[in-house]
């Protein structure tokens, strides 16, 4: 159950930024005895993993606080977050030491499936939500919902990690937000519809 709510909530925190979790994981593994990654994911520890997934973060961070450019690395990582949150809760078989089942370890699949949808959810709010955003604002919001992004990027996993029980608490929280933000996305598209003229009218 512990790693479930791991894996769930290290996928979440994908879903908002796929390279945050993926650093905690790798460096938590490397340096303490926090997370044992299961047999096979043991590359995600190494120093080549870990660079690789450092430049990717200093990329993916600069370039989501870009107005117009957030909505095109959105659409780019529609495959990588939940690729990613996958991956989070393939790795999670061994992430806490609290959890003395092996039922997560012997069907791992059941991880990476949740993953891939909790992140590929979380993603799809991210990205309804920016262009509202953006909107609304000129363009001034997107470094600071972004930045924001990042932080709760970093708390979830951190969360997942070390209090996973609260997990549910988060994902509870996503949801409602996710529900909220995909609301007002289709009332603005709606609200655009209407506003168009018809054809051969001036």
Known sequence: MIAALTGMGLS?????NAYIPFLIVALLARFTDV?????GMEWMESWWAIGIGAVLLLTELTLDKVPAVDSINDAVQ??????????MGA??????????STWMQENAWVGVLLGVIVSALVHTGKAAARPVVNAGTVGLGAPVVSTA??????GISLLAVF??????????????????????????RRRAGRDRPLPGRA
């Open 149 to 154: 992004e990042d932080g709760a990027s970093i």
């Open 12 to 16: 979440a925190a994908a879903g908002l």
């Open 35 to 39: 997370i044992t990654l299961p047999v």
């Open 91 to 100: 790795a999670t078989a061994g992430a806490s030491t609290l959890d003395e």
């Open 163 to 188: 209090v996973p029980i609260l997990v549910v608490l988060v994902l509870i929280l996503l949801a409602a937000l996710l529900i909220q933000v995909l609301r007002l996305w289709l009332r603005l």
């Open 78 to 87: 529609t495959f990588i977050r939940p690729t990613m949150g996958g991956l």
